[in-house]
């Protein structure tokens, strides 16, 4: 199983979107989710979302700046994050974790992806 994501370098204020595939079957079983990791810190939820996208969770510094989305036919789930600050600095990972909701991802995810710097220049 893989989760493959690509992340990039951006201005404040700038936008970027990451995608993450997953190679996992019966993709839809899933809840996925985003992770951030900044130098020194522990990797914590930033946004995640239901099998059928209907329910989205966010972490209270990124609520109305990203957005996440996911497409079970093409097994992909996406992060748009918009208004983007030097804070949101950090390796970005998604993950999947089955038996679970959005509000409470985090407790014993399935599959990571391999992270994905997202660097945000002042």
């Known amino acids: 199983v893989q989760l493959q994501a690509w992340g990039g370098l951006v201005q404040a204020g700038g936008s970027l979107r990451l995608s993450c595939a997953a190679s996992v079957r019966v993709f839809s079983k899933y809840v996925m989710g985003w992770f951030r990791q900044a130098p020194g810190r522990e990797r914590d939820v930033v946004a995640a979302i239901s099998w059928s996208g209907g329910t989205s969770y966010y972490v209270d510094s990124v609520k109305g700046r990203f957005t996440i989305s996911r497409d079970n036919a093409k097994n992909t789930v996406y992060l748009q994050m918009n208004s983007l600050k030097p804070e949101d600095t950090a390796v970005y990972y998604c993950?999947?974790?089955?038996?679970?909701?959005?509000?409470?991802?985090?407790?014993?995810?399935?599959?990571w992806g391999q992270g994905t710097q997202v660097t945000v220049s002042s």
């Open positions: 993950a999947a974790e089955s038996g679970t909701t959005p509000q409470n991802m985090g407790r014993a995810i399935d599959y």
